[in-house]
């Protein structure tokens, strides 16, 4: 995966100088989760990989599914990933560009999972102290799991911050063995 996220990384930082320059950030955000999950999808992931296809119908294909998401630049993006057999990179060139978006805004994106939903007022208020430790704005994407018998699982990019009885018991356990 690691592999896949470094060959997408020229990509994601092009598109995005791109979409800044040309203050579109959030169209482009758009497009490539559409576009992403387009390549995912399992019908169109087989047609992908079929080598009998040939680029130039691949490419009519895609252009006529995103029709309306694409403008002239983002159908050419769409020709060069296409000629260059890189259309399984824009699942990570999607998620870096967002990451990319969200270090420009000044803000990232904190993945919270609880054992149990947050009151209101509780949830401002963690959101508050989110933002103190890790210096940015956040946005929060709130999740229920139920194993975590208690307290928060949180990540923020490559930052985990776990306060979760099953981490802490996790924990006790590998010191006891």
Not at 4 to 26: G, H, I, M, N
Not at 141 to 155: E, F, H, Q, T
Request: aromatic share 6%; net charge positive; charged share 30%.
């Amino acid at each position: 995966m690691s592999e896949l996220a470094t060959l997408a990384r020229p990509y994601a930082s092009a598109v995005f100088k791109q979409a800044k320059e040309s203050k579109a950030t959030e169209k482009w955000s758009e497009s490539l989760a559409f576009l992403s999950a387009v390549v995912r999808d399992k019908d169109m992931a087989i047609l992908i990989g079929n080598p009998k296809v040939k680029k130039d119908k691949l490419t009519e294909l895609l252009v006529g599914v995103c029709q309306g998401i694409f403008d002239k630049e983002g159908t050419n993006f769409l020709k060069l990933l296409v000629q260059n057999n890189r259309l399984s990179l824009l699942p990570d060139i999607s998620k870096q560009f967002e990451e990319l978006k969200a270090e420009a805004e000044g803000y990232i994106k904190v993945d919270v999972l609880t054992a149990f939903p947050f009151a209101q007022d509780d949830e401002k208020k963690f959101a508050a102290t989110l933002e103190k430790t890790l210096s940015k704005k956040v946005h929060m994407n709130v999740a229920i799991d139920k194993s975590l018998i208690g307290g928060v699982l949180v990540r923020a990019g490559d930052r985990v911050i776990d306060g979760s009885i099953k981490g802490q018991l996790d924990s006790l356990r590998k010191a006891l063995q």
